[in-house]
């Protein structure tokens, strides 16, 4: 039986679908079988980012209207064994799924799935109540900004509302000169304030941006930094207990961080 | 009683409040004195909802409205009605004694159960867009983010930090305080008085602080027994 994970963050942009690829093409390639929703109708990128957008032919809510069979809409990945999208639509809006029907495809998915990654879109609103219906767990992203980690504070708020219990914390973006100056929110200030789990740090790289437009997720590339924090979270939501990277910074931190980090095998 | 000669005088009834207006008293004369009368008392009248009469002047329903809308305005209870006493005979308290009971809810005019009486425990941290409302004493056991609000008419307890907005004494008692392992909100307000946090740079230990109303400002202070009596 497979887990269902959403990845949300409340705010936009602070790089839920980035992280949906990498985590899912991550899994893939420790030999897991993955599968992608994106559930961002009417503005989908996953697709984009993942490479896969001039193979779409059926998308999610195709799927839920019955319109094609699931197997049809599913694109598999040919690079990356294992790993699989279901693309959003794009000429719909929110209103064209419902939770529950999300719960159905999600049960419907488990059956052969290891993993079922579930991309948000930002918003508290419609998509948001589609994407965490069918959730067992939560990864939450947030970057060191206040708004940011306001938006996420609110999104725990919404997800414990809803019964998803503990979720993780990603903090994404970190520049770690910038935290040694002052300059930016440092990992603990983040944590003091969401009081949840830490699943992962990923630093800021420019690689990123470069591997996000050539459809190709940082996760396989070994020189980029941000790829190493992804490999990290992936073995890390497979049970794994892989200590957080270098943060360079003070033992007290790191010691409190890891007495934070209370992540349990699944 | 003394009526006749001391100006204007506010008297309570089962109902909510009489005022007898002397009858040598001109219009303009009465609203001034009844403007400061009730600024005076604003705080004694502060949440209630009431109805009042006057008797001792015959006023236009113009001067009526203006009346009401200075007693709305200063006392900052909710006026429910403003009009003439119809029964101005001397003797009308012994004989209503006797009609069925009013709601008694007219003479409540705030919680006052700040030292002892209900209370709300929530046992989680308030977040972001949750609102705690709860007529009583409150206790959080988190803490309070920013964007969470927790209104109460008594007492707010919050065994965690306090960043968030916490309203005690909500619905005018003065003596409601606010107790937090630390004080850093975005906005306390006890009663209707409302204070923000100076822009000073954190200190991020925790240390138990209580807010209380001091000479109608809020303050805050490390709790000590000093604080506590």
């Known amino acids: 039986m497979g887990e269902v994970i959403v990845i949300t963050s409340g705010k936009g942009?602070?790089?839920?679908?980035?992280?949906?690829?990498?985590?899912?093409?991550?899994?893939?390639?420790?030999?897991?079988?993955?599968?992608?929703?994106?559930?961002?109708?009417?503005?989908?990128?996953?697709?984009?980012?993942?490479?896969?957008?001039?193979?779409?032919?059926?998308?999610?809510?195709?799927?839920?209207?019955g319109a094609c069979r699931l197997k049809q809409a599913l694109i598999k990945d040919k690079r990356y064994e294992g790993l699989h999208l279901l693309p959003a639509a794009q000429t719909r809006d929110k209103n064209a799924v419902t939770p529950q029907q999300m719960v159905d495809l999600c049960e419907e998915l488990k059956k052969e799935f290891d993993y079922i990654l579930v991309d948000c879109p930002a918003g508290i609103e419609q998509g948001f109540k589609n994407a965490i219906a069918g959730a067992d767990r939560a990864l939450v992203v947030t970057t060191p900004e206040v708004s940011a980690v306001?938006?996420?504070?609110?999104?725990?708020?919404?997800?414990?509302?809803?019964?998803?219990?503990?979720?993780?914390?990603?903090?994404?973006?970190?520049?770690?000169?910038?935290v040694k100056r002052g300059d930016m929110m440092s990992i603990e200030d983040i944590i003091d304030i969401l009081a949840i789990g830490l699943i992962g740090v990923v630093p800021d790289d420019e690689n990123i941006i470069i591997s996000t437009n050539k459809g190709e997720p940082a996760v396989t590339d070994n020189k980029s930094s941000a790829g190493q924090a992804y490999r990290n979270i992936t073995r890390r939501i497979m049970g794994e207990d892989v200590p957080l990277m270098d943060l360079n910074v003070n033992e007290g931190l790191l010691a409190k961080m890891k007495k934070l980090f209370g992540f349990k095998p699944a | 009683m003394e009526q006749e000669t001391r100006g204007i005088v506010f008297k309570g009834n089962s109902e909510g409040l009489v005022i007898v207006v002397p009858e040598e008293y001109g219009f303009e004369q009465a609203l001034e004195e009844i403007d400061n009368k009730v600024s005076n008392a604003a705080r004694f009248f502060k949440g209630a909802r009431i109805k009042v009469t006057y008797r001792g002047a015959n006023w236009t329903s113009q001067q009526e409205e203006r009346v009401k809308s200075v007693l709305d305005e200063k006392s900052g209870a909710v006026i429910?009605?403003?009009?003439?006493?119809?029964?101005?005979?001397?003797?009308?308290?012994?004989?209503?004694?006797?009609?069925?009971?009013?709601?008694?809810?007219?003479?409540?005019?705030?919680?006052?159960?700040?030292?002892?009486?209900?209370?709300?425990?929530?046992?989680?941290?308030?977040?972001?867009?949750?609102?705690?409302?709860?007529?009583?004493?409150?206790?959080?056991?988190?803490?309070?983010?920013?964007?969470?609000?927790?209104?109460?008419?008594?007492n707010v307890v919050v065994l965690g930090v306090l960043r968030g907005m916490v309203h005690a004494g909500a619905d005018g008692n003065r003596d409601a305080f606010i107790y937090a392992l630390s004080i850093r909100p975005t906005q306390i307000r006890i009663a209707e008085v409302i204070a923000r946090m100076p822009e000073e740079a954190e200190d991020t230990h925790l240390r138990p602080e209580i807010a209380t109303i001091r000479n109608d400002r809020i303050e805050v202070e490390p709790l000590s027994t000093r604080a506590l009596g």
């Open chain 1, 13 to 65: 942009g602070v790089g839920k679908t980035t992280t949906t690829a990498n985590i899912g093409t991550g899994l893939a390639l420790q030999g897991k079988k993955v599968v992608l929703i994106d559930t961002d109708i009417g503005l989908r990128n996953l697709d984009v980012v993942m490479g896969l957008e001039n193979r779409i032919v059926y998308d999610l809510v195709d799927v839920v209207e």
């Open chain 1, 150 to 178: 306001r938006d996420a504070d609110r999104i725990i708020g919404l997800l414990e509302a809803n019964e998803i219990r503990n979720p993780k914390l990603i903090v994404n973006r970190v520049r770690h000169d910038m």
């Open chain 2, 80 to 154: 429910e009605s403003f009009t003439k006493d119809e029964e101005s005979r001397q003797s009308p308290a012994v004989p209503k004694q006797h009609q069925p009971a009013q709601p008694v809810s007219t003479r409540r005019l705030f919680f006052a159960g700040v030292d002892e009486g209900n209370c709300k425990f929530v046992r989680s941290t308030v977040r972001s867009g949750t609102r705690i409302q709860y007529d009583g004493n409150v206790v959080i056991m988190g803490d309070v983010n920013p964007g969470g609000e927790i209104i109460a008419s008594g």
